[in-house]
């Protein structure tokens, strides 16, 4: 790969993996991808076919529906990466797979962690401000609105329509990587494009990608929170069950590979040019597939936790999917004029997917 200067997304392929702990964070990550696989088609696609078909379109199955197709989208995927790190990071699946696969993967990723944002937002309104959201959360703004996160994880994403594409080494063993062989007619010329590249995405992915995504959701959920505790209502433990599990799951699924990420950027040039801090390149593929986990996740947070799942497997599941995506009956629509706005026990009740609250 050199002679055509890319760099592979994980460059992997030169361990070893003789002892048992190399063979364990390497066989981990493919069992994880693939759970992660079919519970997240089939969890997703549940949530598709329900909040997209068998129900009216609502502010809150919008989101919920958005969502799960970014899920949906990029759980579909794993299969490739799958066997391309069961390869050993080689590609064999040709150029246009290549860059199709992972801006699919880069969209949908990105786009899911900015709806966990805009969820995490939306229910605050409701819950901090129920009379504003009475007379203005309406579905057509809800359309316009969920433009904002699909157009920022495309805009993200932009690196990999650029930069990637299919390399091969000298043994012919061909990668899917980023390639600066045109962006410079000198090789310092095009290390300086790499490494500037490779930084400020690094650096741009875990501030925009990650930081403030977590920070919005912390912030929302501990809104609500407080807003709970004044109400007198933390008797009732399974709403402040769902925030915590919101927020404990999604950082605890994305943060390890964001630090490695970022430990990463920080050490770029060492890693690239020195060959330092192999360890790193060890923990990319566990922690990158313990991320990828929380997109099976989401139907679970955000739908079955919000009533007992137990109830839900007696009953028809999609008749309580519909009930747990269901917006809160007095939602008004585009055409309705405003009627009194809902109490905040009320507004309290929708949160979480359907989490019901106990006065």
């Known amino acids: 790969?050199?002679?055509?200067?890319?760099?592979?997304?994980?460059?992997?392929?030169?361990?070893?993996?003789?002892?048992?702990?190399?063979?364990?964070?390497?066989?981990?990550?493919l069992v994880v991808l693939a759970i992660t696989?079919?519970?997240?088609?089939?969890?997703?696609?549940?949530v598709i076919w329900v909040a997209g078909f068998r129900m009216a379109h609502t502010v809150t199955t919008i989101c919920y529906l958005n969502l799960a197709l970014a899920d949906f989208s990029f759980t579909a995927t794993l299969p490739f990466q799958i066997v391309s790190m069961a390869m050993g990071e080689k590609w064999p699946f040709g150029w246009f797979l290549c860059k199709l696969i992972h801006i699919i993967v880069d969209i949908n990723l990105f786009g899911s962690v900015f709806l966990i944002a805009l969820i995490a937002l939306d229910r605050c309104i409701c819950v901090l401000h129920p009379v504003w959201a009475q007379n203005h959360r309406t579905v057509s703004l809800a359309k316009k609105v969920i433009l904002g996160p699909w157009v920022l994880a495309l805009v993200l994403t932009l690196p990999v329509f650029i930069f990637l594409t299919t390399a091969s080494d000298p043994n012919g063993n061909v990668y899917c990587t980023f390639s600066f062989a045109?962006?410079?007619?000198?090789?310092?010329?095009?290390?300086?494009?790499?490494?500037a590249m490779l930084t400020a995405r690094g650096i741009i992915r875990f501030l925009i990608g990650f930081s403030m995504p977590m920070s919005m959701v912390a912030i929302c959920y501990g809104l609500i929170a407080a807003k709970i505790h004044r109400k007198g209502m933390m008797n009732s433990s399974r709403p402040f069950?769902?925030?915590?599990?919101?927020?404990?799951?999604?950082?605890?699924?994305?943060?390890?590979?964001?630090?490695?990420?970022?430990?990463?950027?920080?050490?770029?040039?060492?890693?690239?040019?020195?060959?330092?801090?192999?360890?790193?390149?060890?923990?990319?593929?566990?922690?990158?597939?313990?991320?990828?986990?929380?997109?099976?996740?989401?139907?679970?947070?955000?739908?079955?936790?919000?009533?007992?799942?137990?109830?839900?497997?007696?009953?028809?599941?999609?008749?309580?999917?519909?009930?747990a995506l269901s917006e809160d009956p007095a939602q008004p629509s585009d055409t309705a004029s405003s009627s009194a706005a809902p109490s905040a026990e009320r507004e309290l009740t929708t949160m979480g997917g359907g989490a019901q609250l106990q006065p």
């Open 37 to 46: 696989f079919v519970l997240g088609v089939l969890g997703n696609g549940l």
């Open 182 to 195: 045109s962006w410079g007619d000198t090789v310092e010329k095009r290390w300086k494009v790499a490494i």
């Open 241 to 323: 069950r769902v925030l915590t599990a919101v927020v404990a799951s999604f950082f605890i699924c994305w943060f390890p590979f964001q630090l490695v990420a970022l430990l990463s950027t920080i050490w770029l040039k060492e890693m690239l040019l020195e060959g330092k801090y192999k360890i790193l390149d060890i923990l990319v593929n566990p922690t990158s597939s313990l991320a990828f986990f929380n997109s099976c996740l989401n139907p679970v947070l955000y739908v079955f936790v919000g009533q007992d799942f137990r109830q839900r497997l007696i009953h028809s599941l999609p008749a309580s999917l519909e009930r």
């Open 1 to 29: 790969m050199e002679g055509n200067f890319s760099i592979p997304l994980n460059r992997t392929e030169e361990m070893s993996y003789e002892s048992a702990g190399y063979a364990v964070l390497r066989i981990f990550p």
